[in-house]
């Protein structure tokens, strides 16, 4: 199976670029289109983990194996959210699509501790990006009206349920809703 072949199998290039494909296979013709359906799963292209064990058994690893899930392996992400947020939900599916592992705490129950959420606000860029303003709860009308941005920052710690969802960190990054361009920048980086 050549490169261009194989990018008709990846969707949004999940998965391997062709670039990463040759770094596992000496040449590119290591994979046919059965054995290559036969280990994909959910009609997506191979992760990085099934290919270098799939190469492996097939003797046509290449070069390094360990350079291709540095990748997956850098990207520390956190999922803060609700069971109801279908945001919350559409980030969990985006992450689980690409094979990213991350951590879902929930907010009702545990919420975001003092560190993580002076990390998240300072990585947002302040109090105004961070609330919800959409919401019915009726603090957020006290939270217009706060004058010293202190005071409008302990006021939203102490209710985070004004805090606009998902909260995705991936170490001192931070976004707030749902925001795949920021993600998958985040996943290029790595």
């Known amino acids: ?33 059965e054995e290559l359906q036969i280990f994909c799963r959910d009609k997506h292209c191979l992760s990085a983990e099934e290919l270098q064990i ?10 390094d ?25 559409k980030a969990e599916r985006w992450f689980k699509e690409r094979r990213i592992r991350y951590q879902y705490i929930d907010m009702k129950r545990y919420g975001l501790s003092g560190k993580e959420f002076d990390s998240v606000l300072r990585a947002v860029g302040g109090v105004d990006r961070l609330v919800d303003w959409d919401g019915k709860d009726p603090d957020l009308a006290l939270l217009r009206y706060l004058a010293p941005e202190t005071a409008r920052e302990d006021k939203l710690y102490e209710n985070q349920a004004l805090i606009r969802l998902p909260v995705v960190r991936n170490g001192k990054k931070a976004t707030v809703g749902y925001a795949p361009e920021t993600w998958k920048q985040w996943e290029e980086e790595t």
């Open 65 to 89: 194996p360990h350079k291709l899930l540095k990748r997956r392996r850098s990207m520390n992400i956190q999922i803060f959210g609700t069971a109801k947020s279908f945001d919350t939900k």
């Open 1 to 33: 199976m050549s490169a261009k072949e194989l990018q008709v199998f990846c969707r949004d290039k999940h998965c391997l670029s062709a670039e990463e494909l040759q770094v596992f296979c000496r040449d590119k013709h290591c994979l046919s289109a």
């Open 54 to 63: 799939f190469c492996r058994d097939k003797h046509c690893l290449s070069a």
